[in-house]
């Protein structure tokens, strides 16, 4: 795999992912215990769904920039001090004890930086592998590997409900964007003088849903995402209902199943169809809020554990399987897309519609967890049913591709 690369290039993707998830978990994982801690329980459900909101516009329009105007890294690189400065507002803000609508406000323009990294990083890292089928899984776990050592770190800090995490964050950030300086340039076109606001901004990446499966893929990775939003806001909740602490760590469990799922994803690509591993991960998703529902110790960790791995089958493989099936020049608009149809899409219906079924299911005596988990199980299982009947693949009649 190394000969694909200079060694030190590969090192640097592998770092870059990993700082990526550090920084990127050591705000998400503890966000809900800090706003909870901090007395702004209230807007909880809002401050989340301000990803989906900037998910709604900067992942295109940054996406169209790395492929048209600037290179990839620089792009990473202003996007990574943007997000190191409003974190620490954000942390300031909530220190203070500032408004809560000023607090919700700073959030709203964090996210409209933090949203489309992640994207733009799969689409430097993709573009310098020469066998992305086989060489993506073990390098994007390294971003699994860095989100478990954020939510690790977090917890082994005592700051799973401090808004010390928020500076931390802010720090690595920044180290984000100092290490972009030494990746490897990407060239983009020369010219783009005649490109309407249409392309500048990306909506011409919305063609890509005239071909039928690349749609099936991106409304499946979409309505996945809508259940999935219950994990980080309402997960913690539970672990501390049923006497856990140092919920950051025990959320970590879900990046260890996506760690052993990354790792066996060139096997898979290799053996199985699309279909199957898509469905696969969505079944471990049903699995996974069934487990939850049962409310036990027993029960709930599994539960956790299980939620990383249907992710990877998921999310992981819609990106591979964009990187195989999309033109070159159009892959940086087409993982943007992605992270508009789940960051955007999937995360505002997911972060408001789970905030209001979380209400519905709690009652004076407390939350009915099975009821909770058990709906968003059975939402899952809608989504399974959909994506068998509406997913086609290749016809017999082409020829054999690497991925199907």
Not at 174 to 183: E, I, K, P, Q, S
Request: one cysteine or more; a positive charge.
């Amino acid at each position: 795999m190394l000969t694909t690369l200079r060694k030190a290039e590969y090192f640097e993707l592998l770092v870059l992912f990993f700082i990526q998830g550090a920084a990127m978990a050591v705000w998400f994982v503890p966000l809900g215990p800090i706003l909870d801690a901090h007395g702004l329980h209230g807007i909880k459900p809002l401050a989340f769904a301000a990803s989906a909101v900037a998910a709604f516009v900067s992942p295109l329009m940054f996406g169209a920039m790395a492929d048209r105007h600037v290179p990839p890294a620089r792009v990473l690189r202003w996007l990574a001090l943007a997000t190191a400065l409003s974190m620490t507002l954000v942390s300031a803000a909530i220190q203070t004890r500032c408004h809560p609508w000023l607090v919700l406000l700073l959030v709203q323009i964090f996210y409209f930086s933090y949203a489309p990294m992640f994207s733009i990083s799969s689409t430097l890292v993709l573009a310098r592998l020469s066998d992305a089928q086989k060489e993506f899984g073990p390098v994007r776990c390294m971003a699994t590997i860095g989100w478990m050592a954020g939510g690790l770190l977090v917890s082994a800090l005592n700051l799973d409900a401090s808004i010390f995490a928020g500076y931390l964050g802010a720090a690595l950030w920044l180290g984000v964007a100092v290490f972009t300086c030494f990746l490897p340039v990407l060239e983009v076109p020369a010219s783009a003088e005649h490109l309407t606001w249409h392309e500048r901004l990306g909506l011409d990446a919305l063609t890509l849903f005239k071909q039928r499966d690349i749609r099936v893929v991106f409304l499946t990775a979409m309505l996945f995402s809508i259940p999935l939003a219950a994990f980080y806001p309402f997960a913690p909740t539970q672990l501390r209902d049923l006497g856990f602490l140092h919920t950051s760590a025990w959320m970590s469990l879900a990046q260890c199943s996506e760690i052993i799922a990354m790792f066996g994803l060139g096997w898979l690509l290799v053996h199985w169809r699309l279909k199957w591993i898509f469905a696969c991960g969505l079944a471990l998703g049903v699995l996974r809020f069934a487990l939850s529902a049962f409310n036990t110790d027993a029960t709930l960790l599994p539960g956790i554990f299980l939620h990383g791995a249907s992710f990877a089958l998921v999310f992981v493989v819609a990106q591979m399987y964009l990187e195989q099936r999309v033109d070159p020049a159009w892959r940086g608009r087409a993982q943007a897309l992605l992270s508009l149809m789940n960051g955007g899409f999937g995360n505002l219906i997911g972060y408001l519609g789970t905030g209001w079924w979380f209400s519905t299911c709690s009652f004076s005596d407390g939350t009915h967890w099975s009821l909770f988990w058990g709906g968003l199980a059975g939402g899952v299982a809608g989504v399974l049913l959909y994506f068998l009947a509406a997913f086609r693949g290749p016809r017999p009649t082409l020829p054999a591709a690497n991925l199907k």
